[in-house]
């Protein structure tokens, strides 16, 4: 009951395709956002909205080590639940919990091959097998277009779908399409990017690019105090 | 020609001293961690002699049959292990060096943890032919999550396939430690005769029987070179922590040798870099200039912040000082049961403690008055009058339990968080013969004082004594020490999880509990409801009205309650979880008694129980293993096997931790299993996460054993 209302709820639906899936299997998506401005609360908010579905969530970062990725889950979960029932919340997250995956690496560590050997280890095992792929904290420099190539094929052949955290800088001028300059170069590999906006006490969700379209979507926005994702403040 | 110079003080004289030179600069305390078998006990009996502590050595395993002096334990002289953290003073160029033998082996989780925490620096061995093995990686993490700084000594250098650089190399890569050589060896394996030390660019030699005659001589030509070379590596790591030193590379000005030990010095304060001296302790070589490195590089007492806890304010951390003029504040890291009582080791993090004075044990507010102070060297000890901030001392005759806090009254500090974790598993003991019987129960005395986590007591029915503890190996090393130290031979059954049984629903009840047989007669009657609570185990509320059940007897009520979520009635695992309330009832005049309303609240917790949903709940263990990369699918899948759920997998380099949450029932043997697959080289942690319900199945495999074992008795 609570996991069809808090999908329901979400005003992800919103968000890309009109498809149940927001991504199509193989392909890119991209949050991008200056930091602390809530890049990895909107993808936590995207994995749980999937794990929600009873689908498989790698989560995987190039920053933080795994508890604090966890931390997220939990305070993000905690706040989308907070008017249900404490007991069923807690019953309903430890039915998530096996659902997710999370791996870190180190920045120099991290290879596409490297993460497919881990994957098809996983997978071979039977011991998880994600539907979903986030990646936090990737190096988008001038080697980054051989590595989301093989990300690509990588994502094709496993069908994940895959989002990105992107960071972008104040000083770093964007394309002519309002693309910021960290993924411009490889923007063609994405299928949606959506651009965190801060703007007085608002932070606005843009779609810079794979928005359906439709003049009766509303404007989406984090609530800043709980990096949860409004339709209206 | 040079001499070191080591003072010797003669225990007669020795007891105002201390309150005498107690500059805390000149203070050390310090472990000595290593791999099993890397000559750890070796090196600290090394270092007692050659402080004047001993007049003979004796090796690990010795012939003499005597041992070495650090390993007070029989079962550590057999094993050549060091289980329990004796502390032991010496002194080296008028500074007071303070060693406390750390246990190297992951099973004594919690002394070694406490020893860490006494310990401001350590020495790292590892053994030249060996390099960084699984424990010296265990060990290190350890130092780590401590912050402890470390200078590293490789030892063993006189072994056929010695190699020191290699091992080097393998701090770095391994345990990604940014370690520079301060030394080289002068000669390898059977040849090795001393060693250069690359900040006074001089060769040292040791000679004498025991290597006591140090002989300091130039640089032998044929290693002139290497050594220049080794040399300027150590300056470019130094002038990182030095802008004086980089000057004075840059500008070619004269690089004193006070220069390069502060740069150094600075740099593994803040465990950004690993000094590396190298030697053999068997052969007697390299132990001083290590000795020398101890009193140079590593801190003392006040380079480190030690923080407390303030009870009175949420346990919210306080930095202590460790200024003398201060309240008293000190840790009780260890406790000895000796020949003449029990000795208890403190720590003192801030002011002093001095013979008569009153102080407060703060987990459980009884004032003390402190009798004798003394110090120890292994197992002997002498009486001294104070133990200043930074000291390690020990006291007589005082009945406390380990990982206590001692502090002046009026203090409320603490300096270990006062949760202590509910044991997970449990082992029934059955001494053989009567002696057993009685030094058994000496020997858990001793145990649930030293480890808050060890707790034991005797099973009303089957009249057994259960040991319980936070893991499989845990509970056997106290079983192994029993038979060591105390010769109890005892039997052990299978180890039993600590499950728990709780309700899902509301459920009420309405019990009469009549009995008129002949004799005096039972009357009572009880009704209300039963309801799940999280967060406490029990609660029992009253809302009789109207005097349903006489106020005299509602006492007995609840104790009728309580008797029943001892042992569940579902399968006898203790019931947490739930609230009873009570709403009805009725009484006889005379029939009606204390015993008769305890046994219909018997038989109305019974009657509620199974209509609540009752279910079976088994403690979820976090565990985190640590592994080189390549085992990294091996560990998860056998993780996964025992209905484990992966949290994640953490890369660091050539080491990878996966973390998982694994039911405490599927645990049993995980060690053994875990060696096997990675060649030994992965580690594991296991602490309790949390409760969580059996699934079915399991469920009814476990009620099925109940059954065997009911019939069985």
């Known amino acids: 009951m609570i996991k069809k209302e808090l999908i329901l709820q ?56 795994v508890n604090k990725i966890s931390l997220w889950y939990k305070e993000v979960f905690r706040h989308l639940t907070k008017s249900y029932d404490a007991k069923e919340i807690n019953k309903l997250w430890e039915d998530l919990l096996p659902h997710r995956f999370i791996m870190t690496f180190k920045v120099e560590g991290f290879s596409v091959p490297k993460l497919e050997e881990r994957l098809t280890d996983l997978k071979e095992q039977n011991i998880f097998s994600p539907q979903m792929v986030l990646i936090d904290g990737f190096h988008f420099n001038e080697t980054a277009r051989a590595s989301l190539s093989d990300l690509k094929r990588l994502a094709k052949n496993h069908w994940l779908h895959v989002w990105f955290a992107v960071k972008t800088h104040r000083h770093e001028k964007s394309g002519p399409d309002g693309i910021p300059a960290p993924i411009l170069d490889v923007s063609d590999l994405f299928d949606i990017i959506i651009q965190l906006q801060p703007e007085g006490k608002k932070i606005h969700v843009i779609t810079l690019k794979g928005e359906p379209g439709g003049s009766d979507r509303p404007a989406l926005f984090l609530d800043p105090a709980t990096m949860l994702l409004k339709d209206n403040i | 020609m040079q001499l070191l110079c080591t003072v010797f003080i003669h225990p007669e004289k020795q007891k105002n001293t201390i309150t005498m030179k107690n500059a805390i600069n000149k203070v050390r305390n310090i472990g000595i961690s290593a791999h099993i078998d890397s000559g750890k006990t070796t090196l600290t009996e090394r270092i007692l002699f050659f402080t004047k502590r001993i007049h003979a050595i004796h090796d690990v395993k010795g012939k003499d049959g005597v041992g070495a002096t650090m390993d007070s334990m029989e079962l550590e002289k057999e094993r050549g292990i060091t289980i329990a953290s004796a502390a032991t003073y010496c002194e080296w160029l008028g500074h007071e060096i303070n060693i406390i033998d750390t246990p190297g082996h992951i099973d004594f989780t919690i002394e070694v943890e406490r020893s860490l925490r006494v310990l401001d620096g350590a020495i790292l061995v590892l053994c030249a032919v060996g390099g960084v093995q699984s424990q010296s990686i265990t060990v290190d993490q350890q130092m780590k999550r401590y912050k402890v700084p470390c200078i590293a000594f490789v030892n063993k250098c006189d072994r056929s396939g010695a190699n020191p650089f290699r091992v080097i190399d393998q701090l770095k890569e391994k345990l990604v430690h940014n370690a520079v050589a301060l030394q080289i060896p002068i000669g390898l394996e059977a040849d090795l005769e001393g060693v250069v030390d690359l900040i006074s660019m001089k060769a040292v030699y040791f000679f004498g029987a025991n290597g006591e005659d140090v002989r300091i001589e130039d640089i032998p030509q044929d290693l002139l070179g290497e050594a220049i070379q080794r040399r300027e590596k150590l300056m470019d790591a130094a002038s990182m922590f030095s802008d004086e030193l980089t000057e004075a590379i840059l500008e070619e000005q004269e690089v004193t040798e006070q220069m390069i030990i502060s740069a150094v010095r600075r740099g593994t304060l803040t465990r950004q870099m690993t000094p590396v001296f190298m030697g053999s302790a068997y052969k007697n070589k390299g132990v001083q200039p290590l000795l020398d490195s101890v009193t140079k590089l590593l801190p003392c007492p006040s380079d480190v912040e030690n923080e407390a806890l303030d009870m009175d304010n949420d346990e919210t951390p306080v930095t202590l000082t460790s200024e003398l003029e201060k309240p008293f504040v000190a840790l009780a890291f260890k406790l000895e049961e000796g020949q003449y009582g029990q000795l208890t080791y403190i720590r003192v993090y801030q002011g002093s403690l001095s013979k008569g004075d009153a102080i407060v044990n703060v987990r459980n507010g009884k004032k003390i008055k402190v009798g004798r102070v003394v110090r120890m060297h292994a197992d002997q000890m002498e009486d001294i009058e104070t133990i200043p901030a930074g000291y390690i001392g020990a006291l007589f005759g005082i009945d406390c339990a380990s990982g206590d806090t001692f502090v002046s009254p009026g203090l409320n500090l603490t300096m270990t968080s006062m949760f202590v974790p509910d044991p997970v598993i449990s082992l029934a003991i059955v001494p053989k013969d009567n002696t057993s019987q009685i030094n058994m129960s000496k020997a858990l005395n001793r145990f649930s004082k030293e480890d808050p986590t060890f707790r034991t007591y005797v099973d009303d029915e089957t009249k057994e004594t259960i040991i319980e503890g936070m893991g499989e190996l845990h509970l056997e090393v106290y079983v192994e020490r029993m038979h060591r130290e105390y010769t109890a031979n005892v ?115 019974r009657e509620g129980y199974f209509r609540a949903g009752p279910v079976i709940h088994e403690p979820i263990m976090k565990v985190v293993v640590e592994t080189p990369s390549e085992f990294q699918g091996v560990v998860m899948g056998l993780l996964n096997q025992r209905r484990g ?36 080289k992965a580690q594991f942690t296991m602490e309790l996460g949390s409760y969580k319900q059996v699934p079915e199945s399991i469920a009814d495999e476990l009620a099925k054993k109940a059954e065997t074992e009911k019939k069985g008795k």
């Not at chain 1, 890049?39 to 999937?50: D, E, M, N, R, W």
């Not at chain 2, 645990?667 to 875990?674: H, I, R």
């Open chain 2, 491 to 605: 039997t052990t059954g299978k180890p039993r999880v600590a499950y728990r049984e709780t309700i899902t629903r509301k459920a009420e009840f309405d019990y009469i509990h009549k009995k008129q047989t002949g004799g005096a007669g039972q009357y009572g009657r009880v009704a209300g409801y039963m309801e799940p609570v999280t967060g406490t185990e029990f609660i029992f509320e009253n809302k009789i009205v109207g005097g349903k059940i006489p106020t005299q007897f509602i006492a007995s009520c609840e104790k009728g309650f309580r008797q029943s979520i001892i042992k569940g009635p579902k399968m006898e695992f203790p019931v947490t979880g739930i609230k009873v309330v009570i709403n009805d009832g009725a009484s006889h005049s005379i029939d009606s008694s204390e015993m008769a309303f305890m046994a219909a609240a018997r038989g109305a917790f």
């Open chain 2, 645 to 680: 759920i992966i949290v994640g997998s953490q890369d660091e380099g050539p080491l990878c931790v996966v973390e998982a949450r694994v039911p405490l029932a599927e645990m049993f043997g995980f060690s053994t299993v875990l060696r096997s697959s990675t060649q030994g």
């Open chain 1, 10 to 65: 979400n005003p992800l639906r919103f968000i890309g395709n009109e498809t149940e899936d927001i991504l199509p299997e193989g392909d890119f998506g991209a949050v991008l956002a200056r930091a602390g401005v809530g890049k990895t609360a909107l993808l936590v908010q995207l994995a749980l909205h999937t794990l929600l579905k009873g689908k498989y969530v790698l989560h995987i970062s190039l920053d933080d080590p």
